[in-house]
C-alpha cells in the first residue's frame, strides 16, 4: 500500500522557519516525482512546490519562491519542505504528494496524496 | 503563470442529477488537465487526467472534455458520495496551478 506521511508541522513565529518532512513507503521512491501543496484553513488548494524524480527540476510557486526549498533524500525515501522567512499567510495544510507519471520529465498530476500537517504562522 | 477559474463556485443539485463544471485557463494548456474531488477534512482525490481519462477505480459517471482552455467536468446521475468540493489543476507548465474549485451540495 502506498503510503505519505507527513511531519513537522506545528506552531511558529512570523519570521521564523519550520522544516515539513514526507516519509514514503509502498513504491519505488526514486522514480516518481513529489509535490508540495497546501490549503489554508476554509480555503481551495494552492501548489507550493515541485520536485523531479531525480531532483534535477525543482520549482516553486511564486509566493514561497525565495523562502522554501524542496528537497529530497532518495536513500531515506523522503521528501522535505525547508520554510524560512513564515508568514501569516503561509498558515495551511502542507500536503506532500506523488506524482503519477514514473521519471517524467515535466511536472505531473498528483495521484497520491499524504493526511496533511497542519503549519500555524502566529505570534 | 497560468491563471485557473471554474464555474460555477457553488451549486446545489439533487440525486440522480447530471452536473457540469467547467474550468478555464489563461492560455493553452494542450489537455494537461486534472480533476480533484475533496470531502472535508479530507485529502483531494484524483478523478481524471489529460482531460479525459478516467483514473483507476472512479466510476464512469464521472467524465471530462475539452480541449485548449476550456475544460468540463461532467458527473451523470449524481452519488451521495459525490457531494463535495471539486478543483480543476493544470500541469502544462510550472508553476503548476488549480482553479479556486466548485463546491457540491444537496438541494
Known amino acids: 500500500e502506498v503510503q505519505l506521511v507527513e511531519s513537522g508541522g506545528g506552531l511558529v513565529q512570523p519570521g521564523r522557519s519550520l522544516r515539513l518532512s514526507c516519509a514514503v513507503s509502498g513504491f519505488n521512491f526514486d522514480e516518481y516525482g513529489m509535490q508540495w501543496v497546501r490549503q489554508a484553513p476554509g480555503k481551495g488548494l494552492e501548489w507550493v512546490s515541485g520536485?523531479?524524480?531525480?531532483?534535477?527540476?525543482?520549482a516553486y510557486a511564486d509566493s514561497v519562491r525565495g523562502r522554501f526549498t524542496i528537497s529530497r533524500d532518495n536513500a531515506k525515501k523522503s521528501l522535505y519542505l525547508y520554510m524560512n522567512s513564515l508568514r501569516g499567510e503561509d498558515t495551511a495544510f502542507y500536503y506532500c504528494a506523488k506524482e503519477f507519471v514514473m521519471r517524467a520529465y515535466q511536472f505531473e498530476v498528483i495521484d497520491i496524496w499524504g493526511q496533511g500537517t497542519m503549519v500555524t504562522v502566529s505570534s | 503563470d497560468i491563471q485557473m477559474t471554474q464555474s460555477p463556485s457553488s451549486l446545489s443539485a439533487s440525486v440522480g442529477d447530471t452536473v457540469i463544471i467547467t474550468c478555464r485557463a489563461s492560455?493553452?494548456?494542450?489537455?494537461?488537465l486534472a480533476w480533484y474531488q475533496q470531502k472535508p477534512g479530507k485529502a483531494p482525490n484524483l478523478l481524471l487526467y489529460?482531460?479525459?481519462r478516467l483514473e483507476s477505480g472512479v466510476p464512469s459517471r464521472f467524465s471530462g472534455s475539452g480541449s485548449g482552455t476550456d475544460y468540463t467536468l461532467t458527473i451523470s446521475s449524481l452519488q451521495p458520495e459525490d457531494f463535495a468540493t471539486y478543483y480543476c489543476q493544470q500541469y502544462y507548465t510550472s508553476p503548476l496551478t488549480f482553479g479556486p474549485g466548485t463546491k457540491v451540495s444537496v438541494k
Open positions: 492560455q493553452g494548456i494542450s489537455n494537461s
Open positions: 489529460a482531460a479525459s
Open positions: 520536485i523531479s524524480w531525480d531532483g534535477g527540476r525543482i
